[in-house]
């Protein structure tokens, strides 16, 4: 069956949401930072963009920072030439003093302005060197330990990263030489503090989703792409109590599935679903993370026993260091006693990683049932993958 309308519809909508917005967008000030790392008493500067209908610089502006509950507001004095209103665009510096550690939101108090994203990058900083600078009295130096780097969900931008996107090759005895590689993305329509949200705030929790899977049959003649999923979807998130047992955030939503085939190749089914989540982090900066998703088949009528093989909930573990080794496990038990199983590994290549976003070594082993919604039925060989990861 072919995708065309649907999926077409499915991504046009984030645009037409976006139309109400474009007029408070042009009065607010833009901040672009010039560094993605912020550290206690050292200089941060942002690029500044006022509105068109305001004529004079300030001389200073008020910045909130906050982050890991910490909360600091400093004053960002302008560079240059001070008099010089005819500027699209002035630098502002000033000197964070909170001890931040991981994701920490930036924007200006008195101007309506965008959020800015930056890392506390305070692994190798110690206290002593800051503190004269504050008080003018010296202090005890202690290291800070690292921390999990990772945005919560109001710090994430509006277009964030879903599941992984990588490109894997692996040789196999069935096929050959082959490669499987996803592109995945969630976009949040409704910003916190924009105009819509002001108005009806539980919309800021509303995303889309967009995930598509391919295996590459390389080693084939012509080297045809051997199977595709696509998969659009809309989902509901809000956080959890995090007391005891209880959750620390939840999603519910519903997905298409649809390997976007006529005929009898043809594939596809419609979900609905429930994603709880826990957390638990370690002394030692690892979190494990466990995020079960529950689902039920609303139309499944092109594969009628994909339940024998999938069932009904994908059990999914993550552990280890958003700045280091990551594994994911993830695994499917079917209601006719067969499985699947995929763990994937990976550690970063690049220094600097935001929101999983970075660069990855990334090694991938499947085993079972269901790699392709073309052959769920199908079981495979132990595939082994190696590759290069942008999000994990």
Request: proline share 6%; net charge negative.
């Amino acid at each position: 069956m072919p995708l065309s309308q649907n999926i077409r519809t499915l991504l046009m909508m984030p645009v037409m949401l976006l139309l109400p917005s474009l007029t408070w967008a042009e009065e607010q000030w833009l901040v672009v930072a010039q560094e993605e790392v912020i550290n206690v008493g050292q200089p941060l500067s942002f690029q500044v963009i006022k509105p068109p209908h305001v004529t004079a610089w300030p001389a200073s502006v008020r910045m909130k920072l906050s982050g890991t509950g910490m909360n600091d507001e400093i004053e960002m004095r302008a560079q240059g030439d001070a008099n010089n209103d005819g500027q699209l665009s002035k630098v502002y510096s000033g000197t964070p003093r909170q001890d931040f550690v991981g994701v920490v939101r930036a924007a200006l108090i008195e101007q309506p302005s965008n959020t800015v994203l930056l890392i506390a990058n305070n692994e190798n900083v110690t206290v002593a060197a800051v503190e004269p600078m504050v008080s003018g009295e010296s202090g005890t130096s202690r290291n800070v330990a690292p921390q999990v780097v990772i945005a919560a969900p109001d710090d994430e931008p509006a277009l964030s990263a879903e599941e992984p996107i990588y490109f894997l090759f692996g040789n196999g005895d069935e096929y050959g030489t082959d490669a499987r590689f996803q592109i995945s993305f969630k976009y949040r329509p409704f910003e916190p503090k924009g105009s819509v949200a002001q108005y009806a705030p539980f919309l800021s929790n509303l995303y889309f989703s967009y995930t598509q899977t391919t295996l590459w049959d390389i080693g084939g003649g012509s080297s045809p792409f051997r199977d595709t999923s696509y998969r659009p979807g809309l989902f509901y998130r809000w956080a959890g109590s995090s007391k005891g047992l209880f959750p620390d955030s939840w999603r519910v939503g519903v997905e298409h599935e649809s390997n976007g085939q006529g005929g009898l190749d043809s594939r596809s089914l419609n979900i609905a679903y429930l994603r709880p989540m826990w957390h638990m982090d370690f002394a030692n900066g690892r979190r494990l993370t466990f995020s079960p998703r529950i689902y039920a088949y609303l139309d499944k009528d092109e594969n009628p026993d994909i339940q024998h093989y999938r069932g009904y909930a994908d059990w999914q573990l993550r552990y280890g260091r958003e700045d280091g080794l990551m594994v994911t496990g993830l695994y499917r038990q079917g209601t006719k006693g067969y499985a699947m199983g995929q763990v994937d590994i990976s550690y970063p290549l690049s220094d600097r990683i935001l929101s999983r976003t970075g660069t990855f070594a990334h090694l991938q082993i499947f085993s079972g049932y269901g790699e392709t919604l073309l052959d769920y039925y199908k079981d495979r060989d132990t595939q082994i993958r190696l590759g290069i990861s942008v999000t994990r």
